[in-house]
Each structure stands twice: as C-alpha cells, then as structure tokens.
C-alpha cells in the first residue's frame, strides 16, 4: 500500500501544483529546471544513455526523459515503502496516512479528469477539421493524426467523451460518491488509454497513470463490488470518516478550495477564448492542389520519387503555412500576405533566417501562380485551390435510412 501511495504522488502531487492559478508558472519553471539538472545524472550518467536528453515541450509526455523520471519515481518509492515497513507504525497510525492518500489522489486524479473534459467539451483538443486535414491522404496521417481527425470530425461525440471525464472528475470530489467517480473515471480512462496504444498517441504514461489511480480508488470497496456485482449479494458501501484532527480537517477544507478554483479556472479560461472574436481568414487561406512546378526554368512532371516537388501548398487561418511534398513530407512556414504589392513572404519554421519572397498572381479566384526563390532555387508554382469544404466527409450527414452502405 505504502508503495502505491508514494509512487502516486510522486506523479499527481506536481501536476495538481502546475494546476494552481499563480503558482503554475512559478512551479513549472522550478521543477523543468529541476529535472533538467538531474537528468545527465539520473539518466545519462546511471542509466547509460547516451547523447543529450531532450526536455523540450514538444506535445508528448512520453519522452526519454519522462521514462527516466518514472523509473526513479519507482526506486524511491520501492526505497520508502522498505524505509515504512521498517518503522513503528504507533507515532502516526495507518488510517491517517491511508485518509489522506485517498483525499490526494481523488481531488489530484479530479482536477485531471475535469481539465481533460472541460477542453474536449469546449472544443479545444481535437478541433474540427480544416483544409490541412481534408486535403491529406491516409496514408500521410500518423496514427495519432488518424484519431485526431476521427474525434474532431463529430462535436457532439467529442464533447460526450469529455462529459464523461468532467461527470468521473466531478464524483470524485465528494467521499459519498468518490467510489462511483473512481469507477467511472476508470471506465473512461481504460478506452483512453487502449486508444493512446493503439494508435501510438504520446500520454501512453499518464493515461496509464490515471487509470491505475482510478482503480486503486475503486478498490477501496472491492469487497461491497464483488459481492454486488460478482456473488449476487446485498452490499453496502462502507467508508468511514477519515481519522483526522481539527487541524486536519481545516486543512482538506482549504486543499478542497484551491483544488475547487482551479478547476474552475479552466471552464472560465475556455470560455472567455470561445467568446473572443476570432479573426476572419485572409483571403488565400486553404489548400492549394500544385498542378504545374517549375524549377530553374525546368517542368518538374509529378512523381511521387520527386522530392523537389511540391505537391500542395495549405495555408492555414492563422499566419502559418505548410508545404507538402510529393512523398507526403511537411515544411512548415511563417506566411505573410501583401495583396497589395504582389507578394508572399514565407519564412522557414526550422530557420527563421530563411525568409522566401514570392511574387504573387491571381489569375482567378481559385488559382494562384507563385514565381521567385525557394527550394533551392527559382521556381514557378501554378496551384488551384481545393473545395475541401465540399468533400464527401464533410457534406454527407447523419442519416436514418442507409441504403448505399458507405464507402
């Protein structure tokens, strides 16, 4: 038991600290620093990785550096369950500490569950798909792309998934319903994370986590379930109140409070960004299908063995572009637009002294030429822009008689 509480909180004290208003920037420069500093010697040094540990934020909590943090928590916590055992257990009775891991790991796992649900319900993980998704072949999806785009398709499914995640989180807060909340955050965890494997998403780590918290809740009351739900007996639910003072109690009541504002804080945060005017799309914003590419004053034919060409040109809502090669490769790009002068300015995301200028022609309102230097020399781009709007996914519609299947 000793075991399973020090490991989890090892994990879930640090996120619910990075989950308080004021104190998560504050906590999450100190303890990125932290780990950047131990790492040549937890990793490299004792582990015998080689090279340089990368702890740069870049969408994945499945990094290197996150196995090797895992791994110590581990260790320390096989080192302080052995340390426990060793000691009288008389100067700081079991049930205290057992009270107070339960209350740590509900309101911790609570605060996850509700911050995860909260932004699939306001539609920020997983956003609808645009033209750099409708404009690309399954094949150049990665797996987690594929599910991406499979839960942005359908709002209604994406925001049930997070209403089971806010309803799991929201049980888990009061000690009365805190066995139905760990049951169901179980529930929903265990698809979260067969999808996280399945389809090679980077939280395989925390997904795991949390399912495994969830259950160690629910296993409180493993007695009262199987004779429930396995023996077919009369159970009831039995969770005492937790052996604490007057002072510990006033101290649950202020954790109760700040976890409360936190949690709270992202609903807020998300609402004030769904009411904020978003800016209207410039005028070339979409996917642009290359039909013609000139390069050095030679016709590039297409070939998926060219790795000169381009093969569509997708730039998005917000300042940004993105280049896609014959093979399915990405080159991402800064743009900027001077529909007065001509031009289109694009600067290399992986080099931003690498700035292109292109002049720019409109022979229609779905056709662009683009003439000047870039990919390594001076090229004359024809595109035609792509009626990703009017695509099959897009149009076809939820329907109760089906008489063609689907394709």
């Not at 645009?130 to 359908?154: H, N, V």
């Not at 709002?155 to 807060?173: I, S």
């Not at 290359?290 to 034919?301: K, L, S, T």
Request: some cysteine.
């Amino acid at each position: 038991m000793s075991f399973f509480g020090l490991y989890f909180c090892f994990n879930i004290v640090p996120l619910m600290l990075l989950s308080v208003p004021l104190l998560d920037e504050w906590f999450g420069m100190l303890w990125l620093t932290l780990w950047v500093k131990l790492m040549p010697i937890l990793g490299n040094a004792a582990l015998g990785i080689e090279g340089p540990i990368s702890m740069e934020i870049a969408g994945s909590s499945d990094m290197t550096w996150n196995y090797v943090q895992q791994f110590w928590y581990l260790v320390l916590a096989v080192v302080g369950a052995l340390v426990w055992a060793a000691l009288p257990h008389r100067r700081s009775p079991f049930p205290t500490q057992y009270a107070w891991l339960r209350i740590i790991l509900r309101y911790g796992l609570a605060m996850m569950m509700l911050s995860y649900g909260f932004i699939k319900v306001f539609g920020v993980q997983m956003p609808p798909l645009g033209p750099a998704e409708l404009s690309r072949t399954y094949g150049e999806s990665s797996p987690g792309g594929l599910l991406w785009s499979f839960m942005g398709f359908s709002p209604f499914y994406k925001g049930f998934t997070g209403m089971a995640e806010v309803v799991g989180g929201a049980l888990l807060l009061w000690r009365r319903t805190a066995t139905l909340g760990a049951l169901v955050t179980a529930g929903v965890m265990a698809h979260v994370a067969v999808l996280n494997f399945c389809y090679d998403v980077p939280v395989k780590i925390y997904s795991s986590l949390f399912l495994l918290m969830a259950l160690f809740l629910a296993a409180h009351e493993a007695r009262a379930l199987i004779d429930l739900f396995v023996r077919g007996r009369p159970a009831a639910l039995a969770d005492p109140p937790p052996v604490l003072g007057r002072r510990m109690r006033i101290a649950r009541v202020v954790l109760k409070a700040v976890v409360f504002v936190s949690i709270l804080e992202t609903p807020v945060k998300l609402a004030i960004r769904q009411a904020t005017p978003k800016p209207e799309p410039g005028p070339l914003a979409g996917a642009w299908e290359v039909v013609e590419f000139v390069h050095d004053g030679q016709v590039r034919p297409w070939s998926q063995r060219d790795e000169l060409r381009w093969r569509q040109l997708v730039i998005m809502p917000y300042p940004m572009a993105m280049v896609r090669g014959m093979r399915g490769q990405k080159t991402g790009y800064g743009v900027a637009y001077d529909e007065a002068g001509g031009e289109l300015t694009l600067t290399s995301m992986a080099d931003p002294d690498a700035t292109h200028v292109l002049a720019l022609e409109r022979p229609a309102v779905d056709e662009m030429i683009l003439r000047g230097p870039i990919a390594g020399g001076t090229v004359m781009v024809r595109l035609q822009r792509l009626d990703t709007e009017h695509a099959p996914l897009m149009t076809r519609g939820f329907r109760w008689v089906i008489e063609d299947g689907f394709g």
